[in-house]
């Protein structure tokens, strides 16, 4: 891939001159363009070998256009913020939303090529590093971002130069330190594993661009030049018609017998059972809470059910057994301005808890698969690939010791129809029945089907799906408490390190027809 | 991914009856309008655990449709033929041509599979290989075919039950062997390595469709019904619109600085030397063709280069030190009506060497982005990620202990001129001088770009190009012959194991600028 980089090219200062002039008014008059435009993002990655000045494009594509609408971010050592996230966590909190432009500055790919030069990964783990990525970016391509890759590239020889060069200037000594020339001393090395990776993250719509960068004046060009054809490209390009559907349908049930109708919604629990069940459960849950181990945990907890099934109330169970300042609610309604100007899982990256607390969902990126499916809201194709993009989200979850839970609260339709009459009728349960849930409830078989649909392709492993009978809410809020403690002492007793959860539940057990699938062990 | 397939669906035989007889007349008009239609192929992966009922649904599906428009495939050991080509060859040959439908009986995803179960490969080669089906399936998905994936499941329990019945039964008693018991006693493993791979090659185009199997009705019924669904849809979608234009631009070169114009074309080599040269090479690659290690490896050459730059002059001198039936010479023209109705690299693939062979490709699958590139013959999207799938396509060839060697035979455009004008004055030459080649001249600098794009994207560690400075045919033809002889020396000594090559005189030489950047040793 470098062999074109490897030669010497260069552009004399005063045809750089005349050049970047130019060059300057027409990205900025693109720039502009695409902020009056604003159906799409902008994300440069500047990547590439030490020394070949790929600072100074950065400063330069902020020189030449206004920095403003240019969200410029340099990823070095994680923050203790960002180290108690997902790795990918800082790159979410940086996307550029529609309309501007985001450099990275050492994206997703530096760790993963730094780690594997030094031998700190195998190749099955690089290979998975790889894979990571090429789904990351399949992903911002598929959300519309326009993703622009440069690769700043010195010959060996040509580095060695630049390294010298700026250790003799007293302005720029400090810029080289061992960390350089131990790097320089792996020049090869590097490009071993920098040449196989930069061709298999290269596709149609995210090519990596080689940017020969022993000449200043060449470099800055070849970029500026680049950037302007790629901006205008789009720019010019009219809104896509919505492509034809590609996408094979999913299979329609040809029987009643689902994941959700082979469950036995009227699970017993009186009151007073119920009662001293909750303090048992809220107890150890507590107990859990403040063991000096969880601080390397964090713990995700998804509810997701028919309306009136009692998601808050289940949450509010669990909550009150916890310190106000060690969780979040987090309640997922229509997005906002801001959440609709980025791909759609960023506002759920954007609530992901630090380490030793909890966040519970009250609805989630499950909304995907679920109601814009059911009701249009996006088309064929986006929420058929949001399957996978939602596992690679959670497989990322869990791998950063997150306990993930996710519940599926399951009530009858009469049950549903018992409780929004009664909704209707006490004052001040009033607020809570809307004429969408009345319209949802109409399409009670569409919801059934992406439910199971959503079990089907979502139900990992590492992060199963537990369905909860919710006629009886004692029932269904013990099983959440019981669900959720037994989670945490499990990831507790492997002191954070991930352990396989709830597989014989979930795998192995045939469930015969109409018996209840999965019972929380107390009740048994 | 299996929760819905745990239970147990049944449709009653009153039931099957009636709607199997509906299936079978609107299957068979669809397979007619799909033959009509002619626009795209079908293909049917059956795979899923043993007893499953996979065979008898293969049968199904052939009793209910037209056989003879199906073409099905199971794939068991591999043939002498088939394991002499690497692994997807055998897949290759079997994909249905537009119109048609092929079933694939264990296809692509067995071996790894089995073999990560059984421990034979460990998570990094699983990575890999899960990498490499997901790419092929997004290249035939991207090629226009219709990828239905079919994954039958049992529970354990009836997995037993199963396995018992046809033991009983004296008829399929031979169904049932150790192999069958021995996998039933791994059930477990089994689903913790098939439930992530299938949720990773489960794409929004080719999802795996899970089908709960225990019941033979259920099951027949559950696949015919979502094929015609999928069939229907795809066939009463109007043809798709050119989709707008998602790639961004490859750079406009800045200079005329590249790895062409860096070449010294003319090299100097009289005759006489030349006389030497070539019966010391060809008798040497006579000799390393001969050696008995040779049986372990095969060798593919591709020639590339501009009109007129005698490629054909030189591939006769490299065929003539070989025996004549250990080699094919595969001159490369327009594509055949059979080679349309499949995906582009399919031309390619039927062309590949057993092992102890040659093939010489007179012109190759670079087609793809150098004229069907130049002259629009495809979209840019299409020429965009062939550069990622002749990647992956060479490195399955250098995996499987194939030699591949890539020449790029560079004349200067007054040189061609000189040979065109030869060409029409010469009488037996007459006919190797096209209106085409002029035609083709005038766009000189649009092959200049695509060939710069196409040894920056495809010249790997493993298959890099040799650039061939070919204004003097003698120094081309002795450059080649020494390439490829010092290649298949390697390999020898290497016996069979895949060495890198060409690494040092592609990487890590700092090119100067107007020097020739290569040239065999013998020269020096």
New interface residues.
Partial sequence: ????A??????DKATYQREQARLRVDLLNAQYDLKLNGRFPVLILIAGVEGAGKGETVDLLNEWMDPRHIQTSAFGAPSDEEAERPAHWRFWRALPPKGKIGIFFGAWHSLPIVQRVLGQI????F??A??EV?RLEQML?DEGV?L?KYWFHL????QRKRLKALEKDPDTRWRVTDTEWAYFKL??PF??VC??FL??T??????W??VPAADPH?RA??VG??LL??LR??LD??P??P??????????P??R???LT?LELDQPLERPAYERALKKWQGRLNLAARDPRFQNLSVVAVFEGNDGAGKGGAIRRVTRALDARRYANIAVAAPTEEERAQPYLWRFWRHLPRHGRFAFFDRSWYGRVLVERVEGFCT??DW??A??EI?DFEQALVRHRVVLIKFWLAISKDEQLRRFKLREQVEFKRFKITDEDWRNRERWDAYESAV?DM???T???AAP?TLVEANNKYHARIKVLATICRAVEQALAGDGERKPRGKAA????????GKPRDKPKDKR
Same sequence: chains 1, 2.
């Fill in positions: 891939m470098f062999e074109s490897q030669l010497l090219h260069e552009v195998d190749e099955g783990a290979a998975h790889t894979g090429q391509c326009l622009l010959s060996k020889e040509q020049y090869e490009v071993e040449e196989p061709r298999q290269s596709t149609a719509q995210a090519p661009i080689v060449y060009l070849a030049r680049h054809a790629a490209e789009r390009t009219p896509a018609a492509a034809p559907d590609a996408t094979p349908p999913l299979p329609v040809a029987d017998v689902n994941v082979a064929e194709a058929m690939r399957y996978g596992c199971c079990v089907e392709r139900s990992t492993t799906w979930r795998k192995s057990k045939d469930t015969p027809k």
